[in-house]
T-cell receptor, first 118, second 117 residues
């Protein structure tokens, strides 16, 4: 049971290049999320999806696009990478909707993707 | 205004002693959830404990307990009998509302805990 898998784990990009981060989950979760974590800071929500074919903006969406064509996959795209997008990116997924108790609110995180833009 | 505030950037604790990591939050929602995560140097996010705003009892999970003071809007994490493996970053996070909008979290800035042998 893989849980939440992110690819690639590490990537170095040049300014202006594009790339896509792939998140895959095998738990049949409706909800998926992309966060970024800058050095010494907590995670911030970039975009999220509440189901196949739906996406919505989070706290820091600028410079990113997302797609959820299949329920199990959530893609994060950088069309023209900038040094300010150097960060660790985390994908997460959860059941829908949150209910009472820890089991109804469990969020499963991927292991993170380290992206450096030079 | 910050929604989640962790005022302790770094803390030391002696092995086998208890330690409290502070977290205060700000929300106008009546229904919300509070989470604590551990992030070791390897980088993964490890779920520790969850407290719902309507839960009457403080949450406990093994050596972790959450000191939930709703009126003061605080959700401090207490780690009993600290171990060397507890050295890590700890993040407090909040989910607001029970809407059909998922479990979107707002994170605090974190506290780095260092356990001394």
């Amino acid at each position: 049971n893989a849980g939440v898998t992110q690819t690639p784990k590490f990537r170095v990009l040049k300014t202006g290049q594009s790339m896509t981060l792939l998140c895959a989950q095998d738990m049949n979760h409706e909800y998926m999320y992309w966060y970024r974590q800058d050095p010494g800071m907590g995670l911030r929500l970039i975009h999220y999806s509440v189901g196949e074919g739906t996406t919505a903006k989070g706290e820091v969406p600028d410079g990113y696009n997302v797609s959820r064509l299949k329920k199990q996959n959530f893609l994060l795209g950088l069309e023209s990478a900038a040094p300010s997008q150097t960060s660790v990116y985390f994908c997460a997924s959860s059941y829908s909707p949150p209910t009472r108790g820890a089991s109804g609110n469990t969020i499963y995180f991927g292991e993170g993707s380290w992206l450096t833009v030079v | 205004a910050q929604k989640i505030t962790q005022t302790q950037p770094g803390m030391f604790v002696q092995e086998k002693e208890a330690v409290t990591l502070d977290c205060t939050y700000d929300t106008s929602d009546q229904s919300y959830g509070l989470f604590w995560y551990k992030q070791p140097s390897s980088g993964e996010m490890i779920f520790l404990i969850y407290q719902g705003s309507y839960d009457e009892q403080n949450a406990t999970e093994g050596r972790y307990s959450l000191n939930f003071q709703k009126a003061r809007k605080s959700a401090n994490l207490v780690i009993s009998a600290s171990q060397l493996g507890d050295s890590a970053m700890y993040f407090c996070a909040m989910r607001e509302g029970m809407r059909n909008a998922g479990n979107m979290l707002t994170f605090g800035g974190g506290t780095r805990l260092m356990v001394k042998p």
